[in-house]
Structures are given as C-alpha cells and as structure tokens.
C-alpha cells in the first residue's frame, strides 16, 4: 500500500513539476525572457538631411502652430511634417538612400532649439526597407548636436545609439538646410 501511496504522490509532484519546467524562462503570463541568438552589431551611417521649406515643392510645412508663435523669436509652439531626401553627400543631386519622414516642433523659448520626432527611413543598399527611430532636443544653434537613436525595424529592430548633426549649409531667408548625420546604433 506504501508503494501505491508513493507513486501517486510522485505522479501529483511530476504532473505539478512538468508545466513549470516546460515553461523554461517565462516570467509571468504576460511575458518571457527571449534567448540570445546572435551577438549585436554596431553600425556607422553617414548621410545628409534636406530640409526644404520654401519654393514650389518644400519637404517640411507647417501644421501648427502657438497664438503666439509669430511673435516668438524662437518661433516657439510652431510645429512642423518632414518628409525630408536623405543623400549620400551635401549635394541635393547625390544619390538619395532614404527618407527622413517625421516632426519637429519649435520647443524651446530662450533658444532655437526642436523637439525631433523622426524616422530615417532606407530606400537603398542593405538598408532598403529597414528604417531608424530618433526623438530628441536638437539645439540648432549649436554646430554640433547629438540625439538619441531609440529604435528601428527591419536589419534595424531594437537599435539604440546616437545621431551626430552638423549643420553643412543654412539660408536664414528661407529656413531651408542641409544637415550632416553621423549616426551610430547597436541592433
């Protein structure tokens, strides 16, 4: 009788014991710990951004705007739609790799200073498809600025890293730009 007893005992320990081995690294219900696969990889992009805001075909406009943006001289609550040519060189005629598509908005009262709320999205070369994700303060009037990289999908799925702009060229007339990204993720 002992030896029935013990088995049942055993049969009640392994039926509660498997589903718990069976769910390997599950932390709760509603999430699991991924295995790693493959290491990261750190990669280096060079580009230009387009900003064109006058003539018959601008690749930024105006969406929105403060009551008293006009009178700010940082152009303070104006809010901007990108859909900015990414080019492999300062020249607009260089070969276009992607696209910028995104926002920015005029953030800052005591400064030019933009909230980027932006996609860098890759038309060519291994990229193609895959795209990068930065939001961040960018401080126009600083030669160099640096942002935060805090996403992607395709070749790009959970990247993080930083993008380095440089101002290469500015018409205070138009508003219009060409800005060097030096962009570095681990994906």
Not at 18 to 35: D, I, K, M, T, V
Not at 55 to 71: F, I, L, S
Not at 102 to 131: H, N, Q, R, W
Request: charged content about 20%; overall charge neutral; aromatic content about 8%.
């Amino acid at each position: 009788m002992a030896k029935a007893e013990d088995v049942s005992r055993m049969l009640v320990l392994l039926i509660t014991i498997l589903p718990l081995a069976a769910q390997g690294s599950r932390l709760y219900s509603w999430a699991n710990r991924l295995e790693e696969t493959e290491k990261e990889k750190v990669t280096n992009l060079q580009f230009y951004f387009h900003d064109t805001l006058s003539g018959k075909n601008p690749t930024a406009v105006k969406v929105a705007q403060g009551t008293d943006t006009e009178k700010s001289p940082t152009l303070f609550g104006a809010v901007f739609m990108v859909d900015d040519a990414l080019t492999e060189t300062a020249d607009p005629k260089s070969k276009l790799v992607g696209r910028a598509q995104g926002l920015y908005g005029s953030s800052c009262k005591e400064e030019v200073g933009l909230i980027m709320a932006m996609s860098f999205c890759f038309e060519d070369g291994p990229y193609k498809d895959s795209t990068i994700s930065m939001i961040g303060k960018n401080s126009v009037m600083n030669p160099i600025r640096e942002m935060p990289i805090v996403g992607g999908t395709g070749m790009f799925r959970m990247a993080r890293g930083y993008a380095i702009a440089k101002t290469n060229w500015f018409d205070p007339k138009t508003g219009d730009a060409i800005v060097g990204y030096n962009v570095t993720v681990v994906h």
